[in-house]
């Protein structure tokens, strides 16, 4: 059974920094793209960032210059840091992985999800 499990969500001010990870377990992904996704409030779950199987990464524009997605294939996890957060970065941050090695940003192209964390960031 294929599992996402997120971790390092939290409440930070303004300004700060978090770094999430998502464990993989049940499959390797080292040959599949992951992705972040995040949901507001009342807001639909939108793309955030992604890495392909080789490193290529794709980024909301809003988060380009202050978020970084990575992985450690070693490892079987992804991981997003997250600088200089503003309150509308506030949401649940879910991890989400691909079968296929290509960056996606449609949520529709992602086969397996984490239960998300949740990030809130104070003014």
């Known amino acids: 059974q294929v599992q996402l499990v997120e971790s390092g969500g939290g409440l930070v001010q303004a300004g700060g920094s978090l770094r999430l990870s998502c464990a993989a377990s049940g499959r390797t992904f080292s040959g599949s793209a992951m992705g972040w996704f995040r949901q507001a409030p009342g807001k639909d779950r939108d793309f955030v960032a992604a890495?392909?199987?080789?490193?290529?990464?794709e980024y909301l524009d809003s988060v380009k210059g202050r978020f970084t997605i990575s992985r450690d294939n070693a490892k079987n996890t992804v991981y997003l840091q997250m600088n200089s957060l503003k309150p509308e970065d506030t949401a649940v941050y879910y991890c989400a992985g691909r079968t296929l090695g290509g960056v996606r940003t449609d949520l529709s192209a992602y086969d397996f999800w984490g239960q998300g964390t949740q990030v809130t960031v104070s003014s």
């Open positions: 890495i392909s199987y080789s490193g290529n990464t």
